[in-house]
């Protein structure tokens, strides 16, 4: 009796095909906007406009992102991922040395938030409504997308063994980081080493 296989164009491979092309499909969108975003106003981008930059028709753009505002909360999305995946290599990177790895987390984020240009028009006070929502009053889908990343660096650097915990930490973290897009510190200020000597204690007192 022949044994069955499961053959490499099945439904398996078709899906993996579909979600890495829709992943293409996205982050092309993405790269785009932040094209268009270094030339204008987000106010001043239309659907048009990043179809046209990520060469696709407007109709494939709005099935996928369904609108500007879906446009926006992604581009912000895939930022708050980067900036995690910073701040993560950073904290990895100071094994033992909490407030370290705090305090080069927090100012990697800084850095590379600055060079940002949807970032650049928060701080400066330039960017619109839709804009600013995004890390304010409709900042909650980033806020709960960088806390369950962040939690779980939090238990695996730290070694901390209570999630409900790792998860507190993990909120203060991006409540703390986000505050900075919205209200930028001052040329005297350190925040980075501020926040990090703050939360070391309160992280230690976890471990």
């Given at each position: 009796?022949?044994?069955?296989?499961?053959?490499?164009?099945?439904?398996?491979?078709?899906?993996?095909?579909?979600?890495?092309?829709?992943?293409l499909?996205?982050?092309?969108?993405?790269?785009?906007?932040?094209?268009?975003?270094?030339?204008?106003?987000?106010?001043?981008?239309?659907m048009?406009?990043?179809?046209?930059?990520?060469?696709?028709?407007?109709?494939?753009?709005?099935?996928?992102?369904?609108?500007?505002?879906?446009?926006?909360?992604?581009y912000?999305?895939?930022?708050?991922?980067?900036?995690?995946?910073?701040?993560?290599?950073?904290?990895?990177?100071?094994?033992?040395?909490?407030?370290?790895g705090?305090?080069?987390?927090?100012?990697?984020?800084?850095?590379?938030?600055a060079?940002?240009?949807?970032?650049?028009?928060?701080?400066?006070?330039?960017?619109?409504?839709?804009?600013?929502?995004?890390?304010?009053?409709?900042?909650g889908?980033?806020?709960?997308?960088?806390?369950?990343?962040?939690?779980?660096?939090?238990?695996?650097?730290?070694?901390?063994?209570?999630?409900?915990?790792?998860?507190?930490?993990?909120?203060?973290?991006?409540?703390?980081?986000?505050?900075?897009?919205?209200?930028?510190?001052?040329?005297?200020?350190?925040?980075?080493a501020?926040?990090?000597?703050?939360?070391?204690?309160?992280?230690?007192?976890?471990?």
């Open positions: 009796m022949a044994h069955s296989t499961v053959s490499a164009s099945g439904p398996q491979a078709r899906g993996s095909y579909q979600q890495a092309a829709r992943e499909l996205r982050q092309t969108v993405l790269h785009a906007t932040r094209e268009l975003l270094s030339e204008r106003d987000w106010s001043e981008v239309t048009a406009d990043i179809a046209t930059a990520a060469g696709m028709s407007r109709q494939t753009l709005y099935n996928e992102f369904k609108s500007r505002h879906g446009v926006a909360e992604a912000a999305l895939r930022l708050v991922d980067s900036y995690v995946d910073l701040f993560g290599a950073a904290v990895t990177g100071h094994p033992g040395d909490v407030q370290g705090l305090e080069k987390g927090f100012a990697d984020f800084l850095i590379e938030a060079t940002d240009p949807l970032v650049q028009s928060a701080l400066a006070g330039t960017a619109k409504l839709d804009v600013m929502r995004l890390v304010t009053t409709d900042g889908v980033i806020l709960d997308a960088a806390s369950v990343r962040l939690a779980k660096i939090a238990m695996d650097a730290w070694g901390l063994q209570d999630y409900a915990a790792a998860a507190r930490i993990g909120r203060l973290v991006v409540r703390q980081a986000m505050s900075f897009i919205t209200l930028a510190p001052r040329p005297e200020e350190n925040p980075a501020d926040l990090s000597r703050v939360l070391a204690p309160l992280i230690e007192s976890l471990r």
